[in-house]
């Protein structure tokens, strides 16, 4: 079993649609939550970081972590067409700097 | 302000040559990391370089892979010999030390080996 399970999609969803990216993962030491997007021939570009559990709002970006389920998520408010990219996620344990990678979701918002 | 920088951006060799992977990582970042994502698989992490010091290598395949920095400034990441499993793309990464979480990423090089 993978530590962190992530839908590789692909997820093609209409202009101005909420997007709900999902992980899950096994290791309960993780503190350190982020998402990532990364678009073709690009390195990942970090979006959201969060710290244990709870949720975090960025503009149309929100992150939520449910320690006690293993589970966080990422949501995209009003998406668009420059939101098409591959959404990753990562997460790291307590003063371990080796960050756990989902495989990626690709998404594409279709004008 | 000029982002992390990686050389080449592809690399085509054949089995058993030499490849040399270049990263500049963003001016005074201390940390300095290296991951691969092998096709179809997620990226993992290889190691980890506090200035010129590897603080993690626990990553790194096998010793076919040779990572320095030295001068705490670029980093290079050589394998010697390349075997077909290890194509895929290579990335670089940069943070201060201050925040480990914030890790500005390069384009990585994609890494070909025939």
């Known amino acids: 079993q993978k530590e962190v399970e992530q839908d590789p999609g692909p997820l093609s969803v209409p202009e101005g649609a909420i997007v709900s990216l999902n992980c899950t993962y096994s290791?309960?030491?993780?503190?350190?939550f982020m998402w990532y997007r990364q678009y073709s021939r690009k390195g990942p570009e970090l979006l959201m970081y969060?710290?244990?559990?709870g949720n975090k709002e960025d503009g149309r970006f929100t992150a939520q972590v449910d320690k006690s389920s293993k589970y966080i998520s990422l949501f995209i408010r009003d998406s668009q067409p420059s939101d098409s990219a591959t959404y990753l996620c990562?997460?790291?344990?307590?003063?371990?700097?080796?960050?756990?990678f989902g495989a990626g979701t690709r998404l594409t918002v279709k004008p | 302000e000029a982002g992390v920088t990686q050389f080449p951006s592809h690399s085509v060799i054949e089995k058993g040559q030499t490849v040399t992977l270049r990263c500049d990582p963003i001016s005074g970042h201390d940390n300095l990391y290296w991951y691969r994502r092998v096709m179809g698989k997620e990226i993992k992490f290889l190691l980890h370089?506090?200035?010129?010091?590897?603080?993690?290598e626990s990553g790194m395949p096998n010793n076919r892979f040779l990572a320095e920095r030295t001068g705490g400034t670029y980093s290079t990441l050589k394998v010697q010999p390349a075997e077909l499993e290890d194509s895929g793309v290579y990335f670089c990464?940069?943070?201060?030390?201050?925040?480990?979480?914030?890790?500005?990423f390069g384009p990585g090089t994609r890494l070909t080996v025939l």
């Open positions: 990562a997460m790291r344990s307590y003063n371990n700097n080796d960050m756990r």
């Open positions: 990464a940069s943070t201060p030390g201050h925040r480990p979480d914030t890790q500005y």
């Open positions: 969060t710290y244990s559990s």
């Open positions: 290791n309960s030491a993780f503190q350190y």
């Open positions: 370089f506090v200035k010129e010091s590897k603080q993690d």
